[in-house]
């Protein structure tokens, strides 16, 4: 019995923007669960009171003056875009 | 059955940062040729990283600090992750857990209908204040939508209060309020017009008297202060007009419009929210030294409250005039200086008088800001003496005042050049009023008769011969010892 | 003389210093190389002859006015993940088949200023997510030791460029394994280095609490000189560490190589699933260690079986949310739909390949509410007990040595269908990832006619110290002068 439903393969899907066919849908949820199986050995340790390691670096406090640095030109900010208007991005609306 | 509105509010602050959260890009984004302040940063490039700015982080915890937050010393920042057209890297750089500032609270007066009398003072708690970046800007033109990401990345401050407030007057005591800090502190001009300060309401009615919390309705798009008050007076009687019903109010969003002085429904995203947050890994913790957040206080200006009190105090003024004074953190700072000038040989309300009234008038009419005003504080002064030691009289002052607020020249040189010097010179008077005397024999004979208000009259003639330099008082006081003596 | 395009980058330099040899006629040998074995192998993406004589010309010049930067005029392959303004850069990846960067990636710009000249771009799995270089969305590079087999991965284009003579030295990046496991693979060596080491502003995101960039050359010196000319604090990456950085060729070579070195011996790196011909080429690595001087001793990694799922968990969680940035508006392909919501989906569906889809899908759901605690959180806090393992190991030992991966280069299409298989490939260099340390993979002899590599394990900053032990190993073997039989075809 896969863990994952087709209904929350369709729901992470959307939450990631993803569009996937019915076969990939099917796949995931095969692919997916087995990982996930897999990583069930996580639950065999004993987590209680140990702290995350988001990053394992030694630092803090990286920050930078407030100066301003030149921008890029309008036009090379523009360049890679599939679509523009006069000098701003376009995108089709957003319907709501 | 009577219900009280249980309102909480979200506001965004624009801080007026040189450069952006994340880049060294131009903070500057109102106004500007849309994407001419982008980078590879904040336009979301692949490879590139964000770097905090420092001053930024100085602005939220000073705004924390005068909200009257812990500062906490260990903060994270977190991806908040959405797909939207202006938001460059599908996330936005935001704080979760732990925020910057967090358990404070606003002092709020809701008594503005009563200028002179202290207002009620309320305490709103503020729940957190932290710091994230804007997004890009989209306008919608047939079917499209249009992207400047030139506010994308500018440094936000988030300020979220309790469920506190409740009405739309203090709603809108809140607004101001906070505005006038943010002001104050100098870390955003806390323009509602330009975007610079935004606000989210939310906002559920429930029985008086009850503990429960009613179904929350958000409100958005309110853009000035105005809507602030207005979106939430219409609210709170939509949803009474509901309840009163026997209907439900339902958990929707809200905008308002204004032209039209309604709310509507705005519809949802077409799905539930899950932001996914994290702990952000392009960015190490900041832990920010106790030391450091002490010079950060100890750096605080002198906030509205306490500066009211202290012109109470030490300038004898009244409530009103210092809450007038102190409203803007310039105006207060004008009537200061002026205040030091004049030193002890002028009464600081005297001053006050000046500043509130022949000051605000002309900015009001003219809508000019209290920095673009070309009289300097010592020009004031100087008038004010020049009123006061007889140099000139009302009038004259007025006139000179104009003057100055055309040209922002000194008192003195006007004065001088129009001659408006007050003769107070009895000497140089008493012809001019033996003239008066025998141009007018029927008012001499008037008074002579025992009417004593036809003085006023006589005195007027003197100030019309002399163009108003006459100074009243001696002019009057001649007028009775020659009227007496030629009996 | 042998062929230019096969020297050392520290013979080339010698070369160069001397006046043997141009710059230009070092360039032209490799890309005439690259033109006579790349339709076999298949390592770049993009070849850049022109720019790269033309940087070689200029190299020249600054030579003939008395320049002599470390690169001074070397042809360096870099991976297709990393940034060169104005040269298009895919990451293996359709969504940026055409992405144009106006910025140099902070190691571009100090390899340029070094002189360096840049051959091309090599292929990658798509945004670096794969062990074999078969997520490539454009084609699949061949091992040059058998063109049936994967080079490994994801920088399999950069180990099979610079074994196969297209390239005097290469830049790869490494996730999980991306630069080690390739090199182990193609018989080269590479360099994992301590996280925070190296820049990673303009390298395209992938786990952006594990991803370093890193050296794959013929030899241990050459990943001490490019090390060296990477290496170093940025203002532009906030994870980038503010410590001086050594003369790693001079650091190397100091001292009495591996005699006196304690090394430790994980033994959870010797159990299960390796193949047999990598167990004794690597029980035969550790004999010579020991013959020179090293001091074996057996160390634990108790929570190393935990490695495989907390990394999967954490990199694919990071890289769900780095990768929310290609949705066709800025930059990339784009699908358009009549409105923007199907546009996201779309253009997504028809811009990522399955294995980049795959770990979205995964990174999304443990992120995703009512799952963080229990995946994502859970795997930051099983990432704490490896990181106390490791700090506990280095309190006994100088180094580590291990296989570098359990197998030699599997068969084109051996693992492609089956996630987990080759998640599973990455064993032994997860780890490093994790706990943010430093590792290099080195040749150390031959299973079946394919390389295998040992891995050398150091604490954070401990470059020169694997260095030194890897240094010392090298010099007693001859693993890494052998090079595969290619024929050469012009096209």
Known sequence: MPKLTLEEVEHIATLARLGLSGDEKETFREQLSAILDYAEVLNRLDTTGVPPTTSALPLNNVMRPDQVTPSLPTEDALANAPDTDADQFRVRAILE | MPYEPVIGMEVHVELNTASKMFCGCSAEAFGTPPNTHVCPVCLGMPGTLPVINEQAVRYTVMTGLALNCTVQEHNVFARKNYFYPDLPKGYQISQYELPLCQDGYLTIDVGDGHPTEAGQARRVRIRRVHLEEDTGKLTHVDGYSLIDFNRAGVPLMEIVSEADIRSAEEAYAYVTRLRQIVRYLGVSSGDMEKGAMRCEVNLSLRPVGSDEFGTKVEVKNLNSFRSVRNAIAYEIERQTRLLEAGKPVTQVTMGWDEAAGVTREQRSKEEAHDYRYFPEPDLPPLNLEPAWIEAVKGSLPELPDAKRDRFMANYGLSRYDADVLVEDRAVADYFERAVRVAGDTINPKLVANWVTGELFRRMNETATAITSVKIKPEDLVALIRMVKGGTINQPAAKETFGVMWETGRPPQEIVEERGLKQISDAGELAGVVAQVIADNPDPVAQFKAGKETIIRFLIGQVMKATRGKANPQLAEQLLREQLQSNE | MTDLHQLTIHEAQDMLRRGDISSVELTQSVLDRALAVDNDVRAYICLLPEEALAQAEAADRRRAAGDDTPLLGIPLAIKDVICIQGVTTTCGSRILENFVPPFDATIVARLRAAGAVFLGKTNTDEFAMGSSTEYSAFFTTGNPWDLERVPGGSSGGSAAAVVAGEALGAFGTDTGGSVR???????????????????????????????????????????????????????????????????????????????????????????????????????????????????????????????????????????????????????????????????????????????????????????????????????????????????????????????????????????????????????????????????????????????????????????????????????????????????????
């Not at chain 3, 001079?250 to 047999?276: A, C, H, N, Q, S």
């Not at chain 3, 799922?309 to 954490?314: G, K, S, T, V």
């Not at chain 3, 580590?400 to 299409?413: R, V």
């Not at chain 3, 010392?472 to 290619?486: C, D, G, S």
Request: with cysteine; net charge negative; charged share 20%.
């Open chain 3, 181 to 491: 496991q390739p090199a182990a693979m193609c018989g080269v060596v590479g360099l994992k280095p301590t996280y925070g080491r190296v820049s990673r502003y303009g390298l395209v995101a992938h786990g952006s609490s594990l991803d370093q960039i890193g050296p794959l050359t013929r030899d241990v010196e050459d990943a001490a000189i490019l090390l060296g000319s990477i290496a170093g604090h940025d203002r532009m990456d906030s994870t980038s560490l503010n410590v001086a950085v050594p003369d790693y060729v001079r650091e190397m070579k100091t001292g009495d190589g591996l005699k006196g070195m304690r090394v430790g011996v994980p033994k959870e790196y010797f159990t299960e699933g390796i193949e047999p011909g990598v167990e004794t080429a690597v029980r035969a690595a550790l004999d010579l260690m020991a013959d020179l001087g090293a001091e074996l001793i057996e160390v634990s990694l108790p929570h190393t079986e935990y490695a495989i799922p907390i990394y999967y968990l954490i990199a694919t969680a990071e890289a769900s949310s780095n990768l929310a940035r290609y949705d066709g508006v800025r930059y990339g392909l784009r699908v358009d739909a009549p409105d923007m919501w199907q546009t996201y989906y779309d253009t997504r569906q028809a811009g990522f390949g399955p294995e980049v889809k795959r770990r979205i899908m995964l990174g999304t759901y443990g992120l995703s509410a009512g799952y963080y605690d229990a995946y994502y959180l859970k795997a930051q806090q099983a990432r704490t007990l490896l990181r106390r393992d490791f700090e506990r190991v280095w309190e006994q030992v100088d180094v580590m040595a291990c296989p570098t991966s359990p197998t030699t280069a599997f068969k084109i299409g051996q693992k492609v269908d089956d996630p987990l298989q080759m998640y599973l490939s990455d064993v032994f260099t997860v780890s490093l990832n994790l706990v943010g340390m430093c590792g290099i993979s080195i040749p150390c002899g031959f299973s079946d006619g394919m390389p295998v590599g040992l891995q050398l394990m150091g604490p954070a900053l401990g470059e020169s110290i694997i260095l030194r032990a890897a240094h010392a190993y090298e010099q007693a073997t001859e693993w890494h002068k052998r090079r595969p039989n290619l024929t050469e075809r012009m096209f």
